[in-house]
């Protein structure tokens, strides 16, 4: 075993003074140990104080390019291959995360270059019609002035391993000048806290507003300061997680969470022809390897339009060989005991429906991957993860809506790949069921710039609006002193 | 035991090399599937020896170029055997080897030609059809077709016989490039003269010292020698081969 990993961001707190506790990761043949920083309760509240007080003086007053300037100079540098910190975070994440070397590089890369200086841009815009509401008052459109302001106080709670995610919610708090403390997945307990150490490099003052630590969930302690201190929470979870925090959040802070979903993709006949469904299956592929599903986004079943020259069923075995083909370059990372259960007892779920004939299981339970093939269709349900997933014959894409309707508060992204006008009629019908996010087959796991996560307003849902109603601004010409 | 717990179907199984691809298979630990179209007792025997070299085995009589006799025979192994991980296509139409009474061009029957299409491509294609789906259940199958090295060097102008085996390469190659991207391997086994089959013992002494004398390796092949390629194609070791032949003469052809 090399060095110790600290993880974590904690300004303000002399380092001899914080507690760690060694989590050892091992994969791929190697141990990485990473020390998590273990506060006390009075720390916590010193680091909130310290984050609150230098948001308050420091952060609120910048301009919102210095700090779009400051991510964008974090992010160029952990997208420098040659850089310390990006080729630590290759050696490091496919041992911290399991995931194979070369899905934790690519993975990197396309999720740090949607915090570039444009697609920054972009992110606000998206958001603000005059991302100028963030700086100061501007005019509004009715009549008066108005003005964003994000919490003094903005805390993340991370959840789950797919590296570099949290740097979404990061990057949006920040965006709207909010002091920010960030909770670690211990799953991936590195990224965030190099994140914020680059961009403390880049604006040391910017560095002081934010704060990456860790704390045990559910033991009060440290926790229940940190939940009691923030003016804002933005959790990600599973929902009796979610349903555990939210319990302990006190009613006036805001609580926004995250929680668990289940991607699907929809195929249509006219993507079925025999040049275009292998190089589909293999889109498909890849959005179910990528993070072995474990995002929000990943797709879990496939509805297969019937009726194109390549079936339902041959298209399964497309998947099925790109999965198996997949694996050689992108091996499965090593599974714990409860993921091994969950794909052994979805696979045993659809052997039983094997006998009826409603099923084909294609591969081994000894693969690391799993297809099955439902025909007849049967309604949205998740798969076992980690690369199983289920392709669901159905003789219309119309149908789908229905099929998935019932799992309304599950619903997230959908890949299609349809014509035009088959897409457009079908996202009026998916969107209301609930689906916020129709993508390509194939960037199921890369969501653009800018996204609506849950399709939500990821910055606006941040900020209370300060409005100068045009009254008072009229009122107040009368009190001038050039008044008439 | 290279084999243990894969089903491999060997068409034509109950003599010659379809016999030693059988026992080889069988040897590595595979359940074979030995098909015959007439001499039960034959297919039994080499069931038989099968087992004993620790093997598992079952004989079905088909004649491989009738769908319906086929659709029973994938049925047979899809109900008694649940699986299939290879398949060797060794079955042709009867032939004899005979390099002194073979019939010249101008004497060759368009219905010779057809036979012969009939043994070796139609023959593949129906046993292919109606197992493939059952093959697709698991990524890495394979398919092994016997062909001839007489397609790369006609030391004997078997006119029908060598069109036809020349066209299964075609076919093999076709296939192999549609189902790669499912996960199935197509290959050839390309085998010189091989001697003695039933096929092959009317081919005098003097042709095969002729051909012994051309052949680096300075023998003519045994069923037995055959087995072994066949093997290596329908197996992991060559997983990352498909569309290609593989010649088993000693080296008369080298290409």
């Given amino acids: 075993m090399s060095s110790v990993e600290q993880a974590g961001h904690l300004p303000g707190l002399p380092d001899e003074a914080i507690g760690r506790r060694i989590v050892e990761h091992r994969a791929w043949g190697e141990t990485v140990a990473v020390a998590l920083p273990s506060l006390s309760e009075d720390q916590a509240r010193a680091l909130c104080g310290h984050v609150r007080t230098r948001a308050r003086e420091t952060l609120r007053r910048m301009e919102t390019a210095r700090i779009v300037e400051a991510i964008d100079r974090a992010s160029a540098c952990l997208l420098d291959r040659a850089h310390p910190l990006r080729r630590k975070a290759e050696t490091l994440l496919p041992v911290v995360t399991g995931y194979d070397r070369e899905t934790v590089r690519l993975g990197l890369t396309s999720y740090l270059k949607t915090f570039r200086r444009p697609q920054l841009l972009r992110f606000l815009a998206e958001d603000f019609s005059n991302p100028g509401v963030l700086d100061g008052f501007q005019p509004a459109v009715k009549g008066g002035f108005v003005r964003a302001r994000g919490p003094d106080l903005l805390l993340h709670v991370w959840a789950g391993n797919v590296p570099a995610l949290p740097l979404w919610s990061l990057v949006a708090g920040l965006l709207v000048k909010a002091g920010t403390i960030g909770?670690?997945?211990?799953?991936?307990?590195?990224?965030?806290?190099?994140?914020?150490?680059?961009?403390?490099?880049?604006?040391?003052?910017?560095?002081?507003?934010l704060a990456v630590t860790w704390w045990k969930g559910g033991e009060g302690g440290p926790e229940a300061v940190f939940l009691a201190q923030a003016e804002c929470v933005m959790a990600y979870g599973g929902n009796d997680t979610l349903a555990a925090l939210r319990a302990k959040v006190p009613v006036t802070t805001r609580f926004l969470p995250h929680g668990h979903r289940i991607g699907f993709a929809m195929i249509a006949r006219e993507a079925l022809n025999s040049r275009r469904a292998g190089p589909l299956a293999r889109l498909a592929a890849h959005d179910i390897v990528r993070y072995e599903q474990q995002g929000c986004y990943a797709p879990q079943m496939l509805f297969v339009e019937r009726g194109g020259p390549v079936a339902p069923d041959e298209f399964a075995r497309h998947l099925a060989h790109e999965l198996a083909a997949l694996a050689s370059r992108h091996p499965r990372r090593r599974l714990d005991p409860g993921e091994a259960s969950s794909i052994a007892a979805w696979r045993s779920v659809h052997e039983m429906r094997a006998l009826d004939g409603g099923a084909v299981l294609l591969g081994d339970p000894a693969d690391p991957w799993s297809v099955v093939l439902l025909d007849p269709a049967t309604g949205l349900s998740p798969s076992g993860l980690n690369r199983s997933v289920a392709v669901v014959a159905v003789d219309a894409l119309s149908d789908v809506p229905a099929l998935v309707a019932p799992h309304r508060a599950y619903l997230q992204s959908a890949g299609i790949a349809a014509a035009p006008a088959t897409l457009f009629r079908l996202a009026e019908d998916l969107a209301?069921?609930?689906?916020?996010?129709?993508?390509?087959?194939?960037?199921?796991?890369?969501?653009?710039?800018?996204?609506?996560?849950?399709?939500r307003f990821s910055l606006l849902d941040l900020v209370t609006m300060t409005e100068i109603e045009a009254s008072a601004e009229a009122a107040a010409e009368g009190f001038a002193p050039y008044a008439d | 035991m290279r084999f243990r717990d894969r089903a491999i179907l060997v068409t034509g199984g109950s003599r010659g090399i379809g016999a030693a691809i059988a026992t080889a298979f069988a040897t590595e630990g595979g359940l074979v599937v030995v098909n015959y179209r007439e001499n039960a007792a034959a297919a039994e025997a080499v069931a038989e020896r099968c087992r004993a070299l620790g093997g598992q085995a079952l004989t079905v009589a088909a004649d491989v170029t009738?769908?319906?006799?086929?659709?029973?025979?994938?049925?047979q192994i899809t109900e008694e055997v649940g699986r299939l991980d290879a398949i060797v296509n060794n079955a042709f139409a009867p032939y004899r080897f005979d390099p002194d009474h073979r019939v010249r061009f101008r004497d060759v029957p368009w219905e010779a030609y057809q036979r012969q299409f009939d043994g070796a491509v139609r023959a593949t294609y129906t046993v292919v059809q109606a197992l493939l789906p059952l093959m697709t259940r698991r990524s890495g199958a394979a398919i092994v077709n016997l062909a001839s090295d007489l397609v790369a060097r006609p030391s004997i102008p078997y006119h029908d016989y060598t069109t036809a085996k020349a066209a299964l390469i075609?076919?093999?190659?076709?296939?192999?490039?549609?189902?790669?991207?499912?996960?199935?391997?197509?290959?050839?086994?390309?085998?010189g003269l091989v001697y003695p089959t039933d096929a092959s013992r009317d081919t005098p002494e003097e042709v095969r010292e002729a051909l012994i004398a051309q052949t680096p390796l300075r023998r003519l092949a045994t069923p037995e020698d055959v087995a072994g390629p066949v093997l290596f194609l329908a197996g992991e070791e060559s997983r990352f081969v498909t569309g290609q032949v593989l010649t088993v003469d000693g080296g008369l052809v080298m290409a």
Avoid: Q, Y
């Fill in chain 2, 66 to 75: 009738d769908p319906a006799a086929v659709a029973g025979l994938a049925a």
């Fill in chain 1, 183 to 209: 909770k670690l997945a211990s799953a991936e307990p590195l990224t965030a806290g190099w994140f914020a150490r680059l961009i403390g490099e880049a604006d040391p003052e910017l560095g002081e507003c």
């Fill in chain 1, 432 to 455: 209301a069921v609930g689906v916020t996010r129709i993508s390509a087959i194939g960037r199921m796991t890369a969501p653009e710039a800018g996204w609506h996560h849950d399709g």
């Fill in chain 2, 170 to 191: 075609g076919f093999s190659r076709n296939l192999a490039a549609e189902l790669g991207p499912i996960g199935v391997r197509v290959n050839c086994v390309a085998p």
